[in-house]
Structures are given as structure tokens and as C-alpha cells.
């Protein structure tokens, strides 16, 4: 079965650019996130939706960020404009109820020069 | 306010001794669940356990097992007999309120 899918893996992109990335769930899977990985902050949740709503964007940092699940097996993040601070790895997850346990992509790791 | 505290940040073992991991988690929802992740140096995180806030029995599979107290919020996490493919960072997790919360993590390196 294949497992959560994000693209790209590595991006690297000046300051000011936008940046799209993209996940595909695990089908079935009713519950999607994504979290963001650096070394100073850890492991964020940034947003999560629930049969393709946002549910929860209270952990998206600024307005420079948004997200989208246009249906159940798509989802975007975009940061419109990048900045250095961005750079960090971007998980996307995906779970089959509320309960229980998040199925992670391999990430995709940013760099903003 | 930090929901899971992993206060170990790194341990060194050698190959064969067992590792435990300690984690203290906070939440005021009577029904959570806990989780055990690895992020091995290739960068994915892999699931390992799960277990739910109404079953305290602590079990064993494989050269994994797993501590959970209620009383004191507690979910620690051994690995028996350490291998250095074990080396790792292994994060604990609370799962209320549909969001899965992180602790920062604790790195573990396998020496040969």
C-alpha cells in the first residue's frame, strides 16, 4: 500500500518566492496535517483538516502561510513570500480516525537563501 | 504550556544494554492517547506504539515495552538488548483533541 506521499522532497528557493507544497494521503484516510520541523521549535502542527475542512489553523504562522485540500486525495501548503525563517522540513500526515496514529511522508525539506 | 516533556535529550548506550526513554505528558481530556514515533538519521517518522488513557496494561512486543501510569502521567519506553540500527530520535506523543502534540524528543546513539 503506498503511504503518504509529499513532493517536492527538497526545495530551495530565494527570499520573496512562493513556495507550493504538496501531499497525497493514504486513501481512506479521513484526517490530514501538517507539521513543520526545525531544530529550535521541534515538531509544530501547523493545520489539520477533517474529510477536507480545515478544522484547526491556529498553529499556521502567518498570513504568508495557507493551506488547501481541494479534495481527499490532495492537499497544499504555500508560502507566498518565503522567507529564511521558513526553512525547516514540512511533514504532511494522515490518519483513518481521531484516535489514532499519524502516518507521516518522508518531508519535504525547504531552504529559503 | 508543553503537553509532553521528554526532560532526556540524549543517551549513549552500547550495543545490547537496554535504553528507557522517559516521558510526562499533560492534558485534561479523560480520554487521550499516547504514541512512541522514531525519526532514524534518514529523516521519516516511523510509528511505533499506541496506546489509549484506559488501559494501563503494559506490554511487551518484541525488544520493545512500554511504561504507562496514569497516576503520575507517565509513558516511558524501553528498548531491550539495543542494536545500533536503534540509533535514533524518538519522540512521545499525546493524541487529545484530535491533534497530535510532540515532545522534543530524545536522541539515541548505539555505539558498536
Known amino acids: 500500500d503506498a503511504g503518504v506521499i509529499q513532493s517536492p522532497r527538497h526545495e530551495v528557493t530565494e527570499m520573496g518566492q512562493e513556495v507550493t507544497l504538496r501531499c497525497k494521503p493514504i486513501?481512506?484516510?479521513?484526517?490530514l496535517f501538517w507539521y513543520r520541523q526545525t531544530m529550535m521549535r521541534g515538531l509544530e502542527l501547523l493545520i489539520y483538516?477533517?474529510?477536507?475542512?480545515?478544522?484547526?489553523d491556529s498553529g499556521m504562522p502567518e498570513d504568508r502561510f495557507s493551506a488547501k485540500m481541494p479534495n481527499a486525495s490532495f492537499s497544499t501548503l504555500k508560502i507566498q513570500p518565503s522567507e529564511p525563517r521558513d526553512s525547516a522540513v514540512y511533514f504532511c500526515?494522515?490518519?483513518?480516525?481521531?484516535?489514532?496514529?499519524?502516518?507521516f511522508g518522508e518531508g519535504s525539506r525547504l531552504t529559503v537563501l | 504550556a508543553q503537553k509532553v516533556t521528554q526532560a532526556q535529550t540524549e543517551i549513549s548506550v552500547v550495543e545490547k544494554e537496554d535504553v528507557t526513554l522517559d516521558c510526562v505528558y499533560e492534558?485534561?481530556?479523560?480520554?487521550?492517547?499516547l504514541f512512541w514515533y522514531k525519526q532514524p538519521p534518514s529523516g521519516e517518522l516511523v510509528f511505533l506504539i499506541r496506546?489509549?488513557?484506559?488501559?494501563?496494561q503494559n506490554e511487551i512486543s518484541g525488544r520493545y515495552s512500554w511504561n504507562f501510569q496514569k497516576s503520575t502521567s507517565s509513558f516511558n519506553f524501553t528498548i531491550t538488548a539495543s542494536q545500533v540500527v536503534d540509533s535514533a530520535v524518538y519522540f512521545c506523543?499525546?493524541?487529545?483533541?484530535?491533534?497530535?502534540?510532540f515532545g522534543a524528543g530524545t536522541t539515541v546513539t548505539v555505539r558498536a
Open positions: 500526515a494522515s490518519s483513518l480516525e481521531n484516535t489514532g496514529e499519524l502516518f
Open positions: 486513501s481512506g484516510h479521513d484526517y
Open positions: 483538516f477533517n474529510n477536507n475542512v480545515p478544522i484547526d
Open positions: 492534558t485534561r481530556d479523560t480520554t487521550y492517547y
Open positions: 496506546r489509549n488513557s484506559f488501559d494501563e
Open positions: 506523543a499525546l493524541r487529545d483533541d484530535y491533534k497530535l502534540s
